[in-house]
């Protein structure tokens, strides 16, 4: 008996010391903003900003993929891994052929606290 209890002990030990370690040492994005607004925008003269983060955690931030929500946009973003204390960036360019209102996403997948960050961009196409 007093072996699976000092067994289960350490069990709950090691799972606990494995889970904080885990959570204190992610890569966290912290951005300057994670929606911009163009306001309103010529009809087809396409659009850019540029998001800016920095890395708030341990371990370096790693983007795997930023997904737009439509083939009306499109993203660039820093593909070297960026570390403890530096700075990224994601580029978004909107694509402005219709007139209209618009609110697009893109979905950032990585390997931060918050696998799958997403960053807004709106505004309004006029003539």
């Known amino acids: 008996m ?3 209890t000092t067994i289960c002990a350490l069990l ?8 904080l ?11 300057e ?3 911009h607004d163009f306001g309103k925008i010529p009809q087809n003269e396409p659009v ?3 998001f800016s983060f920095t890395n708030v955690g341990t371990e370096p931030i790693i983007i795997s993929e930023v997904r737009p929500s439509c083939g009306c946009s499109v993203a660039e973003f820093t593909k070297t891994p960026v570390k403890p204390g530096e ?4 580029k978004v360019t909107y694509d402005a052929k219709v007139k209209q209102p618009f609110t697009k996403n893109f979905t950032v997948r990585s390997n ?3 696998p ?12």
Not at 12 to 19: E, P, Q
Not at 87 to 90: P, S, V, Y
Not at 119 to 126: A, S
């Open 2 to 4: 007093k072996k699976i």
């Open 12 to 19: 709950v030990a090691f799972v606990c010391t494995t889970a």
């Open 21 to 31: 370690g885990q959570q204190n040492s992610k890569a966290e994005f912290k951005f």
């Open 33 to 35: 903003k994670e929606t």
């Open 48 to 50: 850019s900003y540029e």
């Open 87 to 90: 700075t990224g960036t994601i």
């Open 112 to 114: 931060t606290k918050t």
């Open 116 to 127: 799958v960050k997403t960053l807004y961009i709106k505004g309004e196409v006029t003539g």
